[in-house]
């Protein structure tokens, strides 16, 4: 029998997860989100997910997986959803692969790769060497250190993404030489044995613009500010360091302006207009990565004028049972 699979992949704000609730609810598919912010407790405003009716109405795998403070990585979301994924095709049930994150999918469709294991001494001297300054300073500095040892590999990492950052020093560190160099030499490894359509996703440019200040806005109507102020009383209260995932899209904006100097921080409407355009650049890098990153083609379609289509597409694999 042919897999009931399939992935829809494209740019935060564009639709996914719209259309994924809309192929389940008619399909009876199941949905593994592929997205590296909802696989942690707390985050549940910000990063858009799925309501209580939302989960209660469609069974879905890769929400709320770990706290805040504990680390996940590209080769524990494969560990965690490859069981799942061979699950349903076992049982020739429909499964809908849905999210943004393109590191998450490629390890899963493509296969990971042997990096070295982590090594908290080096980890702890490269974070130490920045650990006076202030946050986006912190990140700025040990981007521009990654640019200067591996530009090729900067550039696929977002300035603000210091987990990645910090692991590229790491591993550099650990091996002498630079991570695209020790790539080029590897084959991936234990890639999914099944052919996952990829459907992509995306929107002309005012279209996404108009959809992420719409985003923004509900994030903030339906209390962002007050998850951001109870998740830093959380970890005040526990005298721990705030996490790398708070530092995302949208609480990292916003806990700059809790935080900042009451004369010089952001207000709540500067707040938002930054939030916005660090959803733009975000969303620009989501779809650089899927367009270069893969070795299995995506199907790309644009929204709104061929969601039939996709619909259509998605609806013949995940409705197939021969």
């Known amino acids: 029998m042919k897999p009931r ?11 996914k997860s719209d259309l994924a609730m809309r192929l389940a609810r008619e399909t009876g598919a199941e949905i593994l989100s592929c997205d590296s912010l909802l696989v942690y407790k707390g985050l549940t405003i910000g990063t858009a997910k799925p309501s209580d009716d939302e989960l209660a109405e469609v069974r879905h795998h890769g929400v709320d997986l770990v706290e805040l403070d504990q680390p996940f990585t590209a080769g524990d979301y494969v560990r965690y959803a490859r069981p799942i994924v061979d699950k349903a095709v076992a049982e020739n049930r429909p499964l809908l692969i849905v999210g943004g994150t393109g590191f998450y999918l490629k390890a899963l469709v493509c296969g990971t790769w042997d990096a070295p294991p982590t090594n908290p001494g080096i980890r702890a001297k490269i974070e130490s060497e920045v650990a006076s300054l202030a946050p986006d300073e912190r990140a700025k500095t040990l981007h521009a250190r990654l640019v200067k040892l591996d530009p090729a590999y900067a550039a696929k990492l977002m300035v603000n993404d210091v987990y990645r950052v910090v692991r590229a020093l790491e591993i550099i560190e650990l091996s002498g030489e630079p991570v695209t160099s020790m790539l080029a ?63 995302c899209v949208g609480y990292k904006e916003v806990m700059e302006h809790l935080e900042g100097d009451p004369e010089k921080r952001r207000t709540l409407p500067e707040t938002r207009e930054r939030i916005v355009i660090a959803t733009r650049q975000l969303a620009k890098k989501q779809l650089t990565f899927f367009k270069g990153q893969f070795t299995v083609p995506i199907e790309w379609y644009d929204l709104p004028d061929r969601q039939d289509a996709i619909m259509a597409r998605a609806r013949e694999v995940l409705n197939a049972e021969t």
């Open 5 to 15: 699979l399939v992935a829809i992949v494209g740019s935060t704000a564009s639709g």
């Open 185 to 247: 030499k590897q084959c991936l490894q234990n890639p999914l044995p099944y052919e996952v359509p990829l459907l992509g996703i995306r929107r002309g440019s005012l279209d996404l613009d108009r959809r992420i200040v719409e985003r923004t806005n509900a994030m903030f109507s339906k209390g962002l500010v007050g998850e951001t102020k109870e998740l830093l009383r959380h970890f005040a209260g526990k005298g721990a360091a705030v996490p790398r995932p708070f530092f």
